[in-house]
């Protein structure tokens, strides 16, 4: 069975297409990356995979039952979502925001228990998060408050991990961070991980299958080397761009050239 199924989905705004017949699986445990130009439909596809937005038709299976079907709670302890803008400035510590990961496993009005408490020391150290825990969360730089948006997801346990462009706001140094601890995460724990990336060059290093997408319709679909096509990259980016292998990961690494 696969984690997700993605069947003959379209979704719109209004009358503006966004989506258009879009069908794909992932299986459980993968790494996969969905790419494509600005306005190409990649956050409306992630947000109604992850059963925050109902496709104007189509449906999508996680686990072979409807994803509408699933209830708020239900769904929160199998998906945790990051977001493209991560956690806004906000007056509670660190420590408090990456405890609200907890809520999918606590009982109505109840309290964080001993073992909560534990796992979220736990993520917070892991993270490099420990000595910032009674920091307002307001005071942070953008690349700590997306650490602590990772520790929220983290926190709260899922099976699946959902990113929205996690880098876009991100120095070099933070982009690898946020993006090894969700590997390390992913092989430690066995999570999926659903990811989309603007840096095609991330996309192949860490991703083990692509989706391009382009104004709402599916190019490509596949391993990372069949997607990411030198004359394809550059019909659908509308650029001039040279590909190299990585000289470590042997993966397509790409460089933009001038006219």
């Known amino acids: 069975m696969n984690l997700f199924d993605v069947i003959h989905v379209q979704h719109q705004f209004g009358t503006i297409p966004v989506l258009q017949d879009i ?19 990649k956050s409306t596809l992630i947000r109604t995979m992850s059963g925050l937005l109902k496709p104007s038709r189509g449906k999508i299976l996680l ?10 709670r239900e769904l929160a302890k199998i998906i945790a979502v990051l977001e493209q803008e991560g956690i806004p400035p906000l007056s509670f510590t660190v420590e408090e925001v990456v405890a609200m990961g907890r809520y999918p496993w606590l009982k109505p009005l109840s309290d964080l228990s001993l073992e909560d408490e534990q796992i979220v020391q736990t993520v917070l150290e892991k993270l490099g998060l420990w000595n910032l825990r009674t920091k307002s969360v307001n005071n942070l730089s953008g690349g700590q408050r997306q650490m602590v948006s990772l520790a929220r997801a983290m926190v709260q346990q899922p099976r699946v991990l959902i990113l929205d462009e996690p880098t876009t706001f991100l120095d070099i140094g933070h982009q690898m961070l946020v993006m090894e601890h969700v590997r390390e995460w992913h092989q430690s724990e066995g999570i999926s991980v659903i990811m989309v990336l603007h840096d095609l060059n991330l996309a192949s290093q860490y991703c083990n299958r692509l989706l391009l997408l382009d104004n709402g319709h599916i190019k490509s679909c596949g391993e990372v080397h069949d997607v990411l096509q030198p004359a394809t990259i550059s019909s659908i980016y509308k650029t001039e761009i040279i590909m190299i292998n990585h000289p470590i990961h042997q993966v397509p690494q790409f460089l933009l050239t001038s006219k």
């Open 63 to 72: 686990n072979g039952k409807s994803i509408s079907s699933y209830r708020k």
């Open 23 to 41: 069908e794909f699986q992932i299986k459980e445990g993968e790494t996969f990356g969905i790419i494509g130009p600005n306005g190409s439909g």
